[in-house]
Every structure is written in C-alpha cells, then in structure tokens.
C-alpha cells in the first residue's frame, strides 16, 4: 500500500494515518510533523520554514518534495508508507509520480477526507484550546491562511488523482473509528 490521505486543514489526516500505520505496518510520514521537529531542534531546514509556517503559508515546493525523497528513498522497495499533508500542491504531485515511477513504484491510493468547513473550523479551535496538543500555527488569522491556500492550491489535486482513478472520498466527519472502518473498507476493497 502506498497511500495519500488528503484533506483540509483538521479533517483528521494525523489521526487516520496513525491508525492506518498501526494496523497495516507503514512508514507515516507528515510533512508538517517533520518540518515542526525541525522547528524544534532549531536546525536549518527548521529554520527556513518557520516563517511560512506561522503565517500558515505552504513551505516552497523544493523543500517539502525534498523532505519526501529523502524518506522514500531510504524505504526498502515492498514497504509501503501514508503521505499525510502531501502533496499539496500540483508541482508536488507531479514530482512525487515521477519520483515514484523512477524507482518503479506508483501510488496505490487517494484516500480524500471529507468534511463541512464549519466542522473543520471546530475541530482546530478545539486543537488550539488544549495545551498538549496547540500548535503554533492554530492562530485565527493563520488558520484562515491556511483555508485559503487549500482551496486555491491543494484542492484542485483531487482532479488529478481522479483522472488517475486513485481518488476514493471518505466521509470524515464521522467518528474517528468510522472513519478508520471506511478507511480499511476502500483500502481492501480496491
Ligand atoms: P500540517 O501538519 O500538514 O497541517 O502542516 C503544517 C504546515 O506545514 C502547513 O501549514 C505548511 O506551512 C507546512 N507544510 C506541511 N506540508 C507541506 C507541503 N506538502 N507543502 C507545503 N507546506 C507544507
């Protein structure tokens, strides 16, 4: 299996993939989750993205597309892995099914998580009320940055997984173990 979890800002792409990683043994990797331990450990990559960030601004595609080869490259060839947070822009997905195609792989699965702006807008606020799990992009003007900039440069992503017929939508506004059961359905199934 070699999935995306797409979808909006707070559709729950962390949590599903977790679960995804603990049932089918894959490699989770989180563009957001790298580049925030790289904030962390002050390094330069941290360092570089951290403004874009705050601002809730997408990081440059050569950065974010060079974290993502690093990691797939260090993968053995059968081991399969969930992209969650890219890609997240077109220029990103293309290099990702060429990267992909030059080591003879290609993506198996589009998994689309669907969920109402108002939830959305629920969830991250709820996220940024509770201390352990605040981050420090989950500021109002932020957020609504970050909205934009899926709207105007992710979203048209799900065309292009359509065409390829990858793209199965998901309704991820139901409970997280819902969401897990049709997650594992369109994996099985397809
Ligand atoms: P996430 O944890 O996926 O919500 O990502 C948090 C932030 O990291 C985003 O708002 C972007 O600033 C940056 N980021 C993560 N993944 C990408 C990506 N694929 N392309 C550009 N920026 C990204």
Request: glycine share 8%.
């Amino acid at each position: 299996m070699r999935i995306v979890l797409f979808g909006a800002p707070g559709a729950g792409k962390g949590t599903q993939a977790e679960r995804l990683v603990r049932e089918f043994g894959l490699l989770h990797l989180s563009t957001g989750e790298v580049l925030r331990r790289a904030i962390r450990e002050g390094t330069r990559l941290g360092k570089e993205a951290q403004g874009f960030m705050d601002r809730g601004d997408l990081v440059p595609d050569e950065v974010v597309i060079g974290i993502v080869k690093e990691a797939l490259s260090k993968l053995d060839v059968g081991h399969g892995f969930v992209l969650d947070g890219f890609p997240r822009t077109t220029f990103q997905a293309t290099e990702l099914e060429r990267f992909l195609s030059e080591m003879n792989r290609n993506l198996t699965h589009v998994l689309s998580l669907e969920v109402g702006e108002d939830e959305l807008v629920t969830r991250i606020m709820a996220r940024a009320a509770h201390a352990k799990e605040a981050r420090s992009d989950d500021s109002e003007v932020s957020i609504r940055t970050r909205f934009k900039k899926f709207a105007s440069e992710t979203l048209p992503l799900k065309k292009f997984y359509q065409e390829r017929h990858l793209l199965r939508e998901i309704d991820g506004a139901q409970s997280v173990d819902l969401v897990h059961e049709d997650l594992r359905a369109a994996l099985l199934t397809s």
